[in-house]
C-alpha cells in the first residue's frame, strides 16, 4: 500500500490480484448480482487510488479497505434505490459441495446452504453486513470496528443478535420439517 500511497499502477494491480476475489464474494453475499459485483470490485480500487493519501500505514489494510468496500455498497444501494431487505437471495455464498460426497449428504448440504443463505438475507443490513465481514471475510472484531466505524461492543452485540436470529429461524424450520 506504500507503493501505491506513491502512484504506483503495479502495486495497486497487485493489490487487485490479492483481494479481487475476497471482495467479489463479499459483494456476492451481500446479494449483489454477479456482473455488478465486479463493477463494485473496480470501484473500490478506484476509490482505494483516490484515497491512497488518507491510508494510515501504521493499521492494518483489511478494515481501511473493507471500509471502502462498505461505503461503495452503500452508494450501489442509493443508486439502485433498493432496501437491503428487499434484495434478491444470495445464489451462491459457500463453495458447492464436493461432486465426490454421497448423493444424498451433498443434496442435504445444498439444502443447509440455501436455508443459511436465506436467513442471512432476513437480517437487518447492518447485522449482515458485520457477520460477513467477520464470519465470511475473516476480520477480527477490532478489524469490523474500524472498517464499519462502529464501537467495538457494538460489532459483538450486532454478531451475537444476527447469530441468535439465524440460529432461531433455523430451528423453527427445524421444527416444522419434524412434524412434517
Same mark, same amino acid.
Given at each position: 500500500m506504500a507503493r501505491v500511497g506513491r502512484g504506483d499502477w503495479r502495486a495497486l494491480e497487485v493489490l487487485l490480484a490479492r483481494h479481487e476475489?475476497?471482495?467479489?464474494?463479499?459483494?456476492?453475499?451481500?446479494?449483489? !448480482?454477479p456482473g455488478s459485483c465486479e463493477d463494485l470490485v473496480q470501484t473500490v480500487m478506484i476509490k482505494l487510488y483516490e484515497e491512497r493519501h488518507r491510508?494510515?500505514?501504521?493499521?492494518l489494510f483489511s478494515p481501511w479497505l473493507y471500509g471502502i468496500a462498505r461505503n461503495v455498497w452503500n452508494d450501489y444501494l442509493r443508486r439502485r434505490g433498493r432496501d437491503s431487505t428487499h434484495l434478491a437471495l444470495i445464489e451462491s455464498m459457500d463453495e458447492m459441495p464436493s461432486?465426490?460426497?454421497? !448423493?444424498?449428504?451433498?443434496?442435504?448440504?445444498?439444502?443447509e446452504a440455501e436455508l443459511?443463505?436465506?436467513?442471512?438475507?432476513?437480517?437487518?443490513?447492518?447485522?449482515?453486513?458485520?457477520?460477513i465481514l467477520r464470519h465470511y471475510q475473516g476480520l477480527s472484531y477490532e478489524e469490523v470496528a474500524e472498517a464499519l466505524g462502529i464501537p467495538l461492543g457494538t460489532v459483538k452485540w450486532?454478531?451475537?443478535?444476527a447469530m441468535q436470529k439465524v440460529k432461531e429461524w433455523l430451528a423453527v424450520r427445524d421444527r416444522g420439517r419434524s412434524r412434517g
Open positions: 476475489a475476497p471482495l467479489f464474494g463479499f459483494f456476492h453475499r451481500l446479494g449483489c !448480482p491510508y494510515d500505514p501504521a493499521r461432486t465426490t460426497a454421497d !448423493p444424498l449428504e451433498r443434496s442435504q448440504r445444498v439444502e443459511v443463505r436465506r436467513a442471512l438475507n432476513r437480517l437487518p443490513e447492518d447485522q449482515r453486513l458485520t457477520l450486532r454478531i451475537h443478535d
